[in-house]
């Protein structure tokens, strides 16, 4: 094989390596577009690993500009953006501490679950059927998550829509699957005197 023929297939794979990486890019920003900054999402998290589901909870995310509400099981969070309550109904326990701003974990900060900045993931489209699409996103850098699997759909209006967020902590999985509700709803806002019998822990 010629050094011609080869360089021009080296061109053709980075050509299609560098088209994937867009249009992994091109999802992501309508993505954000499409969801703007309040809605409402419901929320199956799974908790396992590749061999099998070892827990599965019931939730719903609130966002609303920074400040978010979650509720999950017998836990609910509430965020104004700088701190976050995390609130334990079975131990009736609140522990407050600073929203950590860096995390793209839904669980952790729904606000910047779907940031995928290029200078942060290195992102692909792994599969592709129609309207849906699943990107995979892995860090340029060590956070914690190996890697991150967006399931994403485009909807008969043109909006893009998140179908589930799959986090691989170095094998332990984390699944959620998402379905979105009415943006109407106003964000539920941490209310002191609604837990003043709860112990408190804080972290500021």
């Avoid at 952790?108 to 779907?114: G, H, I, L, S, Y």
């Amino acid at each position: 094989m010629s050094n011609k023929i080869i360089l021009t297939f080296v061109g053709l794979v980075l050509s299609v390596a560098t088209l994937s990486a867009q249009s992994a890019d091109v999802w992501i920003e309508a993505l954000n577009k499409s969801l703007g900054t309040r809605y409402t999402m419901g929320a199956v998290v799974e908790v396992g690993s590749d061999e099998g589901i070892a827990e599965e909870l019931n939730g719903i995310f609130m966002v609303d500009g920074d400040g978010y509400y979650l509720s999950l099981g017998l836990m609910e969070v509430y965020s104004d953006g700088k701190l976050r309550y995390e609130v334990n109904n079975e131990r009736k326990e609140v522990t407050i501490d600073r929203v950590d701003l860096t995390s793209h974990d839904i669980l952790t900060n729904p606000t910047n679950a779907f940031s995928f900045a290029t200078e942060e993931f290195h992102s692909d489209i792994v599969a592709e059927n129609g309207g849906e699409v699943v990107i995979s996103l892995v860090p340029r850098e060590d956070i914690g998550i190996t890697d991150i699997e967006l399931t994403l759909r485009r909807d008969a209006t043109g909006a893009v829509r998140p179908l589930a967020v799959r986090y691989n902590y170095d094998g332990d999985i984390v699944r959620v699957l998402l379905s979105m509700k009415s943006a109407d709803a106003e964000l539920r806002r941490w209310d002191k005197s609604a837990y003043r019998a709860y112990d408190v822990v804080s972290f500021l």
